[in-house]
C-alpha cells in the first residue's frame, strides 16, 4: 500500500534472536544497510553501515546491538533517517546477515529469530526468516526515493549463502521478482 503524504521519513529496523544454548558458540546476527546513488541505484553501494559503523552524515546507524541474542525482545535496531538523506541517495538496501565465526549457520539454525520494520507506531515489515532458513544471509527491504511523494519501501527478503562480507557487496543486486506477483511489490509508506 502507499501513502497519500510525504513519504517515509524516520525507521527503525528490528533484530531479535534467541542466544545460543549454554556451552555452544554465541549466534551473532547483524542488521546492514547499503547506499546507493541516485543516479546508479542498482551499482556498487556509496557506503555501508553496520554494527561498527554509521553513515558519515549521521542519518543511518546503530542505536542498540547485541553480539548474543541476551535482552528481551528486539535487542538490535539500526535507525534510517530517510527524510534526511541527501539528495544524491536515490535507493537503500537493508539486510541481515549471520556472523560464521562459530561455524557455519543459517537461519534455520536460528530460534525465535525475528525482523521488524516500524514507522512511529505503525510497522511496515515483520518477517521471521522461515521463507529464507537454508540462507546464511537476507536482504530484508529496500527504500527508494519516488520523486516529489519522497521515500517508499518494498519487502525484500531474499536469501543469500553468502559470508558476511562478500554479501553487503552483493545484496543490493539480489534479483527481484516481477513488479506485481507478490504483495510485497507494492509500495509501503506513511506520512
Do not use: C
Not at 549466534?27 to 558519515?56: C, E, F, K, M, N
Not at 518477517?127 to 527491504?141: E, G, K, N
Request: hydrophobic share 35%; aromatic share 6%; net charge negative.
Amino acid at each position: 500500500m502507499s501513502s497519500s503524504g510525504g513519504g517515509l521519513g524516520k525507521v527503525e529496523v528490528r533484530l531479535k534472536w534467541d542466544p545460543s544454548p549454554l556451552g555452544e558458540p554465541a549466534r551473532h546476527l547483524d542488521i546492514v544497510a547499503a547506499t546507493y546513488s541516485a543516479d546508479d541505484p542498482h551499482g556498487q553501494p556509496v557506503y555501508i553501515v553496520h554494527y561498527d559503523s554509521r553513515s558519515p552524515d549521521g542519518t543511518i546507524n546503530m542505536t542498540r546491538h547485541s553480539q548474543t541474542g541476551q535482552g528481551f525482545g528486539y535487542v538490535e535496531v539500526m535507525v534510517l533517517e530517510l527524510d534526511r538523506l541527501a539528495a544524491a541517495f536515490g535507493r537503500v538496501v537493508v539486510g541481515v546477515v549471520i556472523h560464521q565465526d562459530g561455524g557455519r549457520r543459517t537461519f534455520g539454525d536460528i530460534h525465535n529469530a525475528g525482523v521488524s520494520v516500524v514507522q512511529r507506531y505503525t510497522e511496515l515489515l515483520a518477517d521471521d526468516f522461515i521463507q529464507v532458513a537454508d540462507s546464511t544471509a537476507t536482504t530484508v527491504a529496500e527504500f527508494v526515493r519516488n520523486g516529489s511523494a519522497g521515500w517508499e519501501m518494498h519487502e525484500m527478503v531474499r536469501g543469500s549463502g553468502s559470508d558476511p562480507v562478500p554479501f553487503t557487496l552483493e545484496m543490493g543486486g539480489l534479483p527481484r521478482p516481477p513488479a506485481g506477483d507478490a504483495p510485497e511489490d507494492r509500495p509501503t509508506g506513511t506520512a
